[in-house]
C-alpha cells in the first residue's frame, strides 16, 4: 500500500520533470541539481563558483530550504539572480519536486539564464529520488562527514554525475582518508569524476570548473 | 491529497508508537532516540557514551542504515547488544518508523535493558517527524555543519529533549562560532539542554553522561 503511494508520487514528478526538460531546452539552459548533507558546503562551493563563471556564464539560482533565507541572501551578494523555496510551505517537505522547480524557473526568467543551479534541501536520502529535469546531479560530500557515506547513501551517489568532496583544507587535523572515500564513490558509481576542493581556499577549483564549463557549453554554446 | 496521505501514515505511527511505549514501560527500558545530520558522529559519541555507562546501566542500540553494517559493527566491539535495521529492503526509507522498532527491540531481546539506544538514519528532516514511543531524543549537531542548521531545521531542533554540539576539538581550525548555534538552537527550543563535546577527546563528557544517567535512572531506578 505505502509502496504504491510513493510510487504515484514518483511518477507524477517524472511527468512533471520531463515537462521541466521540455522547458529548459526550449529555453537552452543547463539545469545542475545540486545536494548533499546539511552543512558540507553547497551553498560556499556554490558561491565561489558564481564568482569564476559570471558574467561569461549568466547564471540563476534557486535554493532550497525548510526555512530561512539564509544560503539566498549569501548567494545574491554574488550578483546571481536568485529565487528561494521555503518549503515549510508545504509540510515541511525533505526535498524539492519538480512542480516547484517550473514555476520557481519562470519567477526566475529562466529566458536567457545559461546555467541554472538548483541547490537543494540539505539530505543525503530523498532528493536523490526526485528527478527535477535537470541536465546534471552533483553530490558534495564534506571530508568531515566519513569515508563511509558513499556506501551508506548508495543511491544519492548513484544518481549523481559528478561528485565534489569539499573542506579538503581540514584534512591534516581529521582521520579521514579522501583515497578510500574516493573508492567508496567509485564502489557505488564506478565512472564518477570526482573533484577533491576546499570552497574556502579555492583549492582544486579548476578542474571542477572546468567540468562545468563544458557542460554549459555543449548543452548551450555559451562560457568557454 | 498528498498531506492526507502524510496524515494517515502519521497517525498510522503514532498509534504504533503508543504500543512500543507501553512496551517499553513494561520493560522498564529507557529509549533514546539519537538523530542528525549524516556524518555529525552519532556513531563515535555512541561508542564513547557507552564505554563509560556500561556495565553499570545495560545497554542495547538500534542503528539504523539505509545500506551496510558499518556502524552496528564499530558498536558491537563496546559489547552492547547491537541490532541493525537496513531500510533499503523497505524502499531505502529515510528515518526509523515505529513498526520497525518494535521487531527491533524484541529481536534484541529487550527485557533486561536499562537502557535502548536507537541511532537513527543519518538526515536532520525525516526522522523529525516519527514518534518511535521513545522516552527522549537527542540531536547531535557537529561544529563543521555551520551554525545556523537549527534555524533551516527548526523541527529536529523542537522535538529534540536534549542537543549534542560535536566535534569541538575542530574548532580552532573552523570559522565557526560555538555561541551563535547554541544561541541559534535557543531560539527555536528555548530551554533545549545543549552539551558541547568532542567525542574523539572526550572534552564535555561529563555533563552528557551525567544528563543520560539521571534520565535514566529516573524511569528505570539504574545506574546513579
Known sequence: MEINIQKKVLEANETQADINRQ????????????????????????????????PGIRVGVIVGDICTTNDADRLEVTGARVTQINT???????????????????????????????????????????DIGEDARVVVLSVTEGEDKP??????????????????DLLPYLDFDAG????????????????????????????????????VFEKTGTGL
Open 151 to 168: 556506501l551508506k547513501y548508495p543511491l544519492m551517489f548513484r544518481v549523481a554525475d559528478v561528485a565534489i568532496l569539499n573542506k579538503i
Open 180 to 215: 578510500l572515500a574516493v573508492d567508496n564513490m567509485k564502489k557505488v558509481h564506478p565512472r564518477l569524476p570526482v573533484f577533491e576542493i576546499s570552497a574556502k581556499t579555492e583549492e582544486g577549483f579548476e578542474p571542477w570548473l572546468e567540468w562545468l564549463k563544458i557542460n
Open 23 to 54: 522547458f529548459f531546452k526550449k529555453h537552452n539552459t543547463f539545469v545542475l541539481n545540486m545536494m548533499s548533507s546539511p552543512g558540507s558546503g553547497k551553498t560556499e562551493t556554490l558561491c565561489r563558483t558564481l564568482g569564476k563563471l559570471m
Open 88 to 130: 515549510d510551505k508545504f509540510g515541511g517537505d525533505c526535498h524539492l519536486a519538480a512542480n516547484l522547480i517550473l514555476d520557481s524557473a519562470q519567477r526566475l526568467g529562466c529566458g536567457d539564464l545559461d546555467l541554472l543551479i538548483v541547490e537543494n534541501i540539505g539530505n543525503l536520502v530523498c532528493p536523490a529520488e526526485f
